[in-house]
């Protein structure tokens, strides 16, 4: 992340942390506090409101003190440059418009700045957007796309990418972006730990009802879905339609996209490894590619980076790519911490949590 | 399974289990043992040689008794009617001519005789087939599938079908037979549980290297490939084609399948999970159709049925199909006592282990 | 079982469960349903009410056509000559009077009346009992215990023992009952799989919180500390005291009980494992000895039958003793059905769920 | 750990890693390398031998170019200060001898040096002891017990306790050290996830014979019993008599220990907490003392803490002491480097891997 010049950082850049209890928060918080070039100038959490953050988590003294306040303070918080949000969709897109209208710069974990549609926020999410003036602005926080680290660099509001769709994107983009793949069908088949889900306590998520078992779920209905089509159709030039079924993993943390379609015409077998490697060895130190048999999650758990890999099939001209990372790093909480160091220029330290 | 005619049962059918030590062999010991038509007469395991099978087993006090054999004391044995293999391919290729022309009937739970083409052998397999002249003879023993219980019935030597090709071919089959969907490019994903690797001590397969993780295997190389191509093709009357990528998933039992691909031009998406239900409702008590968010590994351990399901996409015109099973029943000894049954013409009764 | 003389059985009796829906009342409905000398008449389950039972659990025709009703629909229930409580301990302590004085006999698997002491109830479960009259009449339903199937047998109300309390009595009544060790202080620690908590949504219990890890809870705060101490001390003789920590698990099914103290002065360390084994040998086939070391959660999951086994350290005058059940099976449901066929003087037939 | 006063550190300590391919070794690698104090100059593994420490472990770019030799060349190794031992026990006695001759110091994380009884390896181990002559030497490297600190700032040899060991001395040494509880009778009952055991490829290791169970193993027969029986005896100043059966988890880290017994007599049971609080505030930040149910293993994964907590019964006049700790980390990698930091004077930068 080096070669591209970014604006010099001002001393410390002060960070608030709205939703900082849940499972990307409590990343979000640790990534933050342990970073030279930020303070953690505020904490926002109903469940957590009026206790000190390092009740709850092992931090360094200056954070652990930070008193944590209820979302109903947010206006009254000190000044900060940047908020990050990590909260619901229709909670992020409610106070994403006054944040930026007190002047900090935001970035949004949830799916509520993702897609440019605001059409697609009834049929997805299920909720009709409130703010769809900002669309347009909010910058798809994915570094590793092309052409993605000037816009984060300048941006006033960063959607940060759904821990599917990073996947999913960060192992077919440059196969659609050199020609080497068919758009017209891409299956997508994901697999994610259950912090995945969050939080919410859910007769679904209970222990017994997730241990010693897989199994999909949301089938031809989830959201990222037109998040993944939207930016892979961007990239690739022409609309890519992608059938995605995720499924629900008996591990904690940890996800892994399964993504298979069609070698294009003429295309040979072989240059797809290449042309991945090239891809990430020219763009980014946080995406390794590897064997496609040597993707896997436990590689990945606690960790900052993906991994990718590619199979080309010349028998039955068709491919399958993989990617695994941690669904509270690079999946959320680390990939928002890399766009709030672009949007600094500061160095984006990959460490491990 | 009740209307087809069968032969007469005689009064109880003598069945011998060689690898009865295994994963598949308990199984299998467990289901004969408790069947009315059968007394279990012999049970070979070279780690379990001279020591009672109650020892290894809670059975009833009869089977409980037999001593297990040697392998190297097959030829000894008492006369079966029957042999259960429970046996790596290899094994399995060299035992069956042997016990075939001591007029013993033979069903095999290892891929040894389930592919027509020779040469697939030595490519999928690693190993020459040393027994080639029985591979037009032996029987693919999925009874599910059209016409297979009348060749079981009469068959010599049974083929039992791998565990994710069992699941793959009843989730995709009735699509294919009634044409609903393209047999150009079939993708599938497959899951299971470590079981799925048998009882082998392997570095690949201990706790550490397994639990809180699941990563793909053998991309591209998986030997249950050509089988589901195989029978997928014989059902469809023409060549179908697959890409198939399992995973190992941290859990004992159980395995899902999730099956994607394109819909024929024409073809109502509406079309497919009638089509599915119509197909089991005439065929088998053993898969049970549902929608597909409720297949689910869960709901079929330990339990002798498979669970299918479909989703057709109108916009994408695209479908996927999952089937979950029991890798150890369905996919290996309820089923090869489901085939033990049709073989002598008495009922399965669906108990669960 | 097969010693005692009972009164002969009636054609069929007639069977009621409430709270069929929680894990305990699903795995009654199961051996109800499955047993020949039983009718299932009647299912109560606010959650399912209305449904028939075969749209949640894969049960024989007959009760899978039974509707579930909700409970209060249970004083127009159908006659029932016994009725099975899986609900809460303040629940049952409310329906248990009125079903008896309707004149059906009553197992009661929650708590609610296996303590003598009715001030016992404030102290340890938190509530005032309601009907302490019925405490002096409750039977203790641990066939297990010397004397206790003469009185299950003509018992009006049988309180169901608790999952950790019957893991704990069956390894440790032998060896009190004898002599053989010091009731003065023994300890116990217990462990136990994540549907020992029961359905309820809870977020200390939802996957995320509860996998990759082991914790004590409720530290000297345990219900069961004073049913243990109540049954030790009635078989010893004189007062036992119990120091009882309780663990979850990161297992869905399954319970390990390991308990210690000092042997007796003058006792021989190798008389303990005869003492065991004779016991057993003596008054049950659901209790199998073995070796310590060869106690696993493993061996009973799905299984009605308890594991024990012990170890005496001459050196240190100390023994180690292990039990382990199913929660569910021996620890909750399989044991009602136990007192249910000593009640009826039907034989309680040992199937695997 | 600042305030005793070390010999100033020289520039950087040069250290060398025996075994370090085993899931202690690469812990030790990853805490080596990041450290500021110290040169990773030599990594030793047979079955690494030959490859760049970073084609197996994401490092620093200097480590990661660190070429693995074989343990045949650890005569040839260049100059190390300090030499960590991951090795089997034998081979570190073996070993040990050879490398002091030579002039480095050691850390042996194996039980070869942490018993004065000659006589115990034989019976615990199975092994004769070959270099006695060390074991007076030796210092037990725990840096919390009282005294121990001074002993290791100077030590030739320092033997790293054991992971259970760890665990049950920081939860009972400050009770016996305050003469709170009887050292007559302690019962331990430990949990471990299956790192402990190591990498070794055991069937018993296996991931179906490990998961969804539980189960003791060794009972009456752990080598670390004499281990903890010495430390604790030593520490109260009169014989300790440890009763220990350890458990396997079906996880892969963390280690939870549960220990028992008796108060003395006219101890007050509320002394123990606040004892237990004044020790850990005058010794240590890396031992955390918090409420016993709130000792999870969750908190200490891949984190160099213990989490200890004690309750006591007044009315049982006993107690139970809880303790938590990575057994990778604090039970083995993240000790050894405090032990190396306590050796040269350096800080211990207590940091999660």
């Known amino acids: 992340m080096g070669t591209l010049s970014s604006p010099p950082p001002r001393a410390r850049t002060r960070v608030s942390i709205v939703g900082v209890s849940g499972y990307s928060g409590i990343e979000l918080a640790r990534l933050v506090a342990a970073h030279p070039s930020f303070d953690l100038v505020a904490a926002y959490s109903d469940s957590w409101a009026a206790s000190p953050l390092g009740e709850h988590l092992r931090l360094g003294a200056r954070a652990a003190a930070l008193v944590v306040e209820p979302l109903s303070a947010l206006g009254n918080a000190r000044a900060s440059d940047v908020v990050l949000l990590a909260t619901p969709a229709e909670v992020s897109v409610e106070l994403a418009p006054r944040l930026l209208a007190g002047g900090a710069r935001v970035i949004d974990l949830s799916g509520g700045f993702r897609l440019k549609d605001p059409a697609a926020y009834l049929r997805w999410y299920g909720f009709e957007h409130t703010a769809p003036e900002l669309l347009p602005e909010a910058v798809y926080g994915l570094p590793e796309l092309t052409g993605a680290v000037e816009k984060i660099a300048t941006a006033r509001l960063v ?80 609309p890519v339609q992608v059938t995605f079924t995720p499924h629900l993993l008996p591990i904690r943390r940890g996800l892994l996209v399964t993504a298979y379609g069609k070698l294009r015409d003429g295309v040979d077998a072989d240059a797809l490894g290449p042309a991945l490697a090239r891809y990430y060895a020219e763009r980014s130190e946080q995406v390794v590619v590897v064997a496609p048999g040597a993707v896997s999650i436990a590689d990945v758990q606690r960790d900052t980076h993906a991994l990718v890999g590619v199979h080309a099939d010349a028998e039955r001209r068709t491919f399958v790519a993989v990617a695994a990372l941690d669904n509270l790093l690079k999946g959320a909480a680390s990939q928002a911490v890399q766009n709030l160091c672009w949007m600094i220029g500061a160095p984006f330290a990959p460490c491990a949590t």
């Open 159 to 238: 959607a940060n990418p759904g821990c599917y769709a990073t996947a999913a994107v960060v192992a077919l983009a440059p196969l659609l972006a050199a020609g080497l793949v068919s758009p017209e069908a891409v299956f997508i088949d994901g697999k994610s730990g259950a912090t995945g889900a969050g939080k919410k306590v859910d007769a679904r998520l209970m222990f017994s009802e997730v241990a010693e078992t897989v199994a999909p779920y949301r089938v031809g209905a989830h959201q990222h879905t037109p998040e993944i089509e939207q930016e892979l159709s961007c990239l690739a030039g022409e």
